[in-house]
């Protein structure tokens, strides 16, 4: 086991695309590290490089103390997931699994024994002796998750291994590896772009955009405070409520009237946007104490939640998360107002959280 | 070039298992479409039928004024005098079949070992300028190949490749390679690249990956891409014309054209000649069928 540090990770291809840009990362030993962010933001990319699949085109990659920079795939000591699970169609699940063993040589004693191992932790037994193709999807990536046990590996790199499933097994199969993950204590690097599953399942997670770190923390850190506001916009689901504001009287206050209390050290001379969970405000009757009039536009019945997408004046529609007793017809004449703490503030120019 | 490899795809449609009146939709235009395809299938076929008839009837009936269409002896001498000589031993004809399957085959196992690891190369790196590689191999097939039979006539007796197999079969590979890496490179699109990266991440080197991964899931493509490949080089006839003289070089084909001229005509022995001339090309693509379609469609629908 062993942790992972990159170093100025820089790939450019051949036709001028930079796919990651100088990107430092810091992986504990035993973390799971979640990457997240949307196609393209070079997540994948800095998982190949860290595999070995990739090579980059500056910076450095140590996996425990080695500088694996020269090092083919095989040689750093690491498994890997893929999407579309990648197991040799032509070999049953036995073989599939004591495939990487045998290549690396060890005697068949301990390659059963550990190809029974990993089959035991996750609950392959029956599917032993079928091949690839008479697997379900979730039993497919449950044998590719056991090929990558076998290897023993220092780290485990995942990509995306969940996105080919359908959404109930997604869940399971989370659970799952997070229950793995946390049993073996292995380093993981997980790359996604499924917020839900980064929220859940990482230790840290990093949010990648344009092949740059936008923001590293844990998954409250990044759900509290977004360090930009593509994070801002990228987790959450509705996402934070981007709502313009200015600083008078001591307090922040939007142009309709919302009033919320300004973090310390707020710079006066710039734009200022407050982002805002669609918890951290509250529909109520019109004219309600601090609360502004506004309007319901529509209502989203979750079942657990609603969502009301309420119009209060500003620039754009705030979504509101309330519980489902709370109802209101839509259309109506309500009154809005915020109940959760100090919001997180950005600058308008940089994108940037300002405190 | 191209039109033979259409040919061969066309005249073997895939099975529809549809029923017939729904296919065509209600009862009176089944009706219709199949007299229709019923004389079209008759005016493709009746060369072929009457190439058949000629190839196993006996001389006079060949010749005879009106044309027999049933009523002829069956003899099978003009198979005979395609293998052998009038005056026993080997006949030219099987000499010039000997050199079909050598330069057809060799010209293919060529094409084929240097395109698919081309296709390869397309299909997984990203190299430079890569659409207009593509672009400019798939260009060397836009002109007809006779175009060019002058300039490689002058070029093959300044080297000495005139009247040579090895002459032919360079070239046939040389217009091989293009179609090759074009029709292989979506077979390995197909395959998805991570089993080599896990093959690589089990301890392999990229071309072990290839070769003990990749490799076998392409040989289905492989062996339609080589049918079509092999067929082109077994039906070429402008450059085996120009190219040979000698009869321990030229190919079936001009050998079989040049059965026809001088004073007679022995139309039995030409028919013989191309039946069997014909016969490997339909067993291949018989035997290859599912995949030549496959091979057309390829691409058509994302997995």
Known sequence: ?355 | MAVSVDEAVSTRPARDRTPLARRFGGRGRSVLEVALLTVLAVVMLFPVLWMIETSIKENRDVYAIPAKFFDFQVTLDHFKDVFVASGGGRSTLSAAFLNSVVVAGASTALATVLGVPAAWAYSRFAVKAKKDQLFFILSTRFMPPVVVVIPIFLMYRQVGLIDTKLGLILIYAAFNVPFTIWMMKGFVDEVPAEYEDAAMLDGYTRLQAFWRFTLPLLLPGIAATAVFALIFSWNEFVFAIFLTSSDSVRTAPPAIAGLIGGTTVDWGLVAAASVVFALPVLVFAYLVRKHLVAGVTLGAVRR
């Open chain 1, 1 to 355: 086991m062993a942790g992972i540090e990159v170093t100025a990770l820089h790939k450019r291809y051949p036709d001028g695309t930079v796919a990651v840009d100088h990107v430092d990362l810091s992986i504990r030993d035993g973390e799971l590290f979640v990457m997240l962010g949307p196609s393209g933001c070079g997540k994948t990319t800095t998982l190949r490089a860290i595999a070995g699949l990739e090579r980059q085109t500056t910076g450095d990659i140590r996996i425990g103390d080695t500088l694996v920079n020269d090092l083919p795939p095989a040689e750093r000591d690491i498994a890997m997931v893929f999407q579309f699970y990648a197991l040799y169609p032509h070999l049953r699940t036995r073989d599939n699994l004591a495939f990487p063993l045998r290549a690396e040589g060890l005697p068949k004693a301990e390659v059963r024994e550990r190809v029974d191992e990993a089959a035991r932790l996750m609950r392959l037994g029956p599917l032993l002796d079928r091949r690839p193709r008479r697997l379900s999807g979730g039993e497919q990536q449950r044998v590719a998750l056991a090929r990558a046990l076998v290897r023993r590996p220092r780290a485990f790199l995942m990509d995306e291994p969940l996105t080919n499933l359908d959404a109930e097994l997604r869940a399971d199969m989370r659970t799952e590896i997070k229950h793995l993950q946390g049993e073996l204590g292995t380093t993981m690097v997980y790359v996604t772009h499924d917020q839900v599953e980064a929220m859940s399942l990482g230790h840290r997670i990093a949010i990648l955009n344009k092949g740059r770190v936008e923001q590293i923390g844990t998954p409250l850190e990044v759900y509290d405070r977004p360090a930009s506001l593509f994070c801002a916009a990228f987790i959450g689901s509705p996402p934070m409520n981007l709502i313009e504001v200015e600083v008078a009287d001591g307090k922040l206050r939007s142009k309709d009237g919302l009033v919320f209390t300004p973090p310390p050290g707020l710079p006066r001379d710039r734009r200022l946007v407050a982002g805002v969970r669609p918890e951290a405000l509250e529909v109520t009757e019109p004219g309600a104490e601090r609360s502004v009039p506004a309007r319901l536009v529509s209502a989203e019945w979750l079942g657990d939640e609603i969502i009301y997408v309420v119009d209060h004046g500003g620039r754009h529609d705030v979504r509101v998360r309330m519980p489902p007793t709370v109802r209101f017809a839509a259309d109506a004449p309500v009154g809005l107002r915020h109940i959760g703490g100090t919001p997180a503030v950005y600058d308008v120019s940089t994108e940037e959280l300002v405190a």
